[in-house]
């Protein structure tokens, strides 16, 4: 089982109306690729933790979903103490908003490369289109849960409590018993990673 991780809003949350930023978090300046100058942006070692301890207790194989894209692991989870992932080659869309369709501009190409694979998926901007979506895909057997921080906080205990986490072992009961699944006979257990199924840098 996947998950998927986003950085603006989930590990950088946005500041206050007055610029102020959540206790806890500390400022950095990296260089994103294209910049010809640094930028601040502010972290919290916690929410790696939280990320870190998410994978390990279910057993999630993890990969950035973010405009970050390359930049994802070298600039900001490696100042969150994260092992390099990969990441999700998102396309680069003229986008006025970030929900041009009503939904969330990543799910197409989320949709296209996870078709009939299970996720966790932590973003601050799903629309409720997006949670629509996510139950869809869970009632036909492919269980998508969404973790949505409030963006001004950034990842919090909190967030991963108040979601469908407890339906994974469930879930992974059912595969194994061939039951409500759509793909596969031999589902991972929870000491089992997932490996990942096409090349590395999840081109769309």
């Keep these: 089982m996947h998950l998927l991780c986003d950085i603006d809003g989930v590990h950088i949350p946005f500041p206050g109306p007055a610029g102020e930023i959540p206790d806890g978090f500390r400022t950095h300046h990296v260089t994103p690729t294209g910049y010809s100058e640094p930028v601040a942006i502010w972290l919290n070692p916690a929410t790696g933790r939280l990320v870190l301890d998410l994978i390990n207790r279910y057993a999630l194989s993890p990969v950035w979903c973010t405009s970050w894209r390359a930049d994802a692991a070298p600039l900001v989870g490696s100042l969150l103490g994260l092992p390099t992932w990969d990441h999700i080659d998102l396309p680069r869309l003229p986008l006025t908003t970030s929900h041009p369709n009503g939904y969330l501009w990543k799910r197409d190409t989320i949709a296209q490369l996870f078709t009939d694979q299970p996720l966790v998926w932590i973003d601050d901007d799903f629309t409720s289109a997006d949670h629509t979506w996510a139950g869809d895909r869970t009632t036909t ?64």
């Design 141 to 204: 057997g492919v269980l998508t849960i969404l973790i949505q921080p409030n963006p001004y906080l950034g990842l919090t205990a909190a967030d991963l409590k108040a979601t469908g986490l407890n339906e994974i072992a469930e879930w992974r009961s059912r595969a194994r018993a061939g039951k409500g699944v759509r793909y596969g006979e031999s589902m991972p257990g929870p000491a089992d990673v997932e490996p990942l199924t096409w090349p590395p840098s999840f081109r769309p």
